[in-house]
């Protein structure tokens, strides 16, 4: 495989489009904000955060990394933040160019965001980076394949601790099915810690029925700037081993 960075058009307010999915990566309306909303706030962030040694996090969708600087702003506001893992899973991944441009969006991340930055050299398979002390775990490829790598404790596969919280953040449904995908969603189950959460901006039916049919029990909250819905889930107790 070699690297195939996405083809991406600027909205305005400095938002990243690609070209490929007709899709933007964060909201129109405050990308920083969405994610607190969304993906923290939805997973019963960074509350859950306090009093723990260590928190894994996964991720289906990179992208800008801005989910996972949110998250890191989120732990360095704690006095005794646990130790994160941060497992996520791109197929096309940025350019550092493309990664300063959309990030340069939001200066309260700008310290973060050089550290990210000066450890960009994403590669084919797997990759782990030192970010502002969290472990970064970064799957680069079809996230349908590196999982199996995972689930089956492949040799080659990096250790991950059971998940504890899921940002599942795909392009939508509609145009990007494969991060919505049955097989996909129960890998994601089969990883997940016995009382781990998911979030995530969408609350498409047949995406809420895939979640349920790999092990999540879900519901309906409210969405992001006017959203009328999104979906938090837990793994629910029959899917526990
Ligand atoms: C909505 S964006 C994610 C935004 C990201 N979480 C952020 O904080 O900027 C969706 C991402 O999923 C990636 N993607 C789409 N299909 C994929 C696949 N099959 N495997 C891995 N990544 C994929 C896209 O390239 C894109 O970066």
Request: charged content about 20%; overall charge negative.
């Amino acid at each position: 495989m070699t690297i195939d960075p996405p083809d991406l058009e600027w909205l305005d307010g400095g938002v990243p489009r690609a070209g490929r999915f007709g899709d933007t990566y964060f909201s129109k309306a405050g990308g920083l904000a969405e994610t607190r909303h969304v993906f923290l706030a939805g997973n019963g962030l960074p509350d859950r955060f306090k009093g723990g040694e260590v928190f894994t996090i996964a991720e289906f969708g990179f992208g800008t990394g801005l989910n996972f600087l949110t998250t890191l702003k989120a732990l360095k506001a704690l006095q005794e933040p646990p130790e994160l893992t941060f497992l996520s899973f791109e197929l096309y991944p940025l350019t550092v160019s493309q990664l300063e441009k959309a990030l340069a969006a939001f200066p309260e991340l700008a310290d973060l965001a050089v550290e990210l930055i000066s450890n960009w050299r994403p590669e084919p398979g797997w990759n782990r980076l030192k970010v502002s002390g969290a472990d970064l775990v970064l799957g680069i490829g079809d996230a349908r394949v590196l999982i199996g790598g995972l689930t089956s404790k492949d040799a080659a596969a990096p250790p991950v601790p059971p998940v504890d919280a899921w940002y599942l953040d795909g392009f939508s449904p509609a145009k990007n099915p494969e991060l919505w995908d049955p097989d996909l969603l129960k890998a994601a189950a089969s990883l997940t810690a016995p009382e781990g959460t998911l979030a995530t901006y969408t609350a498409a039916g047949w995406v809420r029925r895939n979640l349920q049919a790999a092990g999540f029990d879900i519901e309906k909250t409210g969405g992001f700037a006017g959203k009328r819905e999104m979906v938090v889930g837990r793994k629910n107790a029959q899917s526990v081993p």
